[in-house]
């Protein structure tokens, strides 16, 4: 299992899978020319978890977050790192979110939605980074395991 110490001259990152309580993926669309989950860049000595509970207190006033029981894990090995110079590392967390806070991320941005699972399965393609749609349908449906799964 990759490591979850600080890698030096590494891209770290949180990926926030938001769920409500009708199982709807919260997901942005004003970058990228299609939807993307929220995110954050940590600074190298920053953990996982901590980057991820003080984003979501920051931009969306979540103050408790609720944590799913299965979280992505990405790391690149040395020998990925050739096309982009540097070592990555994300983690990737299912937050639980309440009705309130569901319709509060819909209303910060007119490019903000929210997709229940079919939507998910049917247009999972658009959705970035790749396998998203796929962690989120193995959650919601019970099929992934607790704790960690590799992504890559």
């Not at 979850?4 to 770290?12: A, E, G, K, N, W």
């Not at 110079?85 to 639980?96: G, K």
């Amino acid at each position: 299992m990759p490591t979850s110490r600080p890698l030096p001259d590494s891209d770290r990152r949180v990926l926030l899978l938001l769920l409500d309580d009708q199982d709807r993926l919260m997901l942005c669309g004003a970058c990228c020319s299609g939807w993307t989950v929220p995110q954050a860049l940590l600074a190298v000595d920053t953990d996982f978890k901590e980057g991820a509970i003080r984003h979501l207190a920051e931009r969306f006033g979540i103050e408790s977050p609720r944590f799913g029981s299965v979280y992505g894990v990405h790391e690149t090995q040395d020998s990925d790192c050739w096309e982009h110079d540097q070592r990555t590392a994300s983690r990737v967390f299912i937050v639980r979110i309440s009705a309130k806070e569901s319709a509060s991320f819909q209303a910060m941005a007119p490019s903000h939605t929210r997709w229940g699972s079919s939507e998910l399965k049917a247009r999972h393609r658009e959705i970035s980074p790749e396998g998203v749609a796929l962690l989120v349908s193995g959650y919601v449906e019970g099929w992934l395991p607790d704790g960690p799964i590799s992504l890559y």
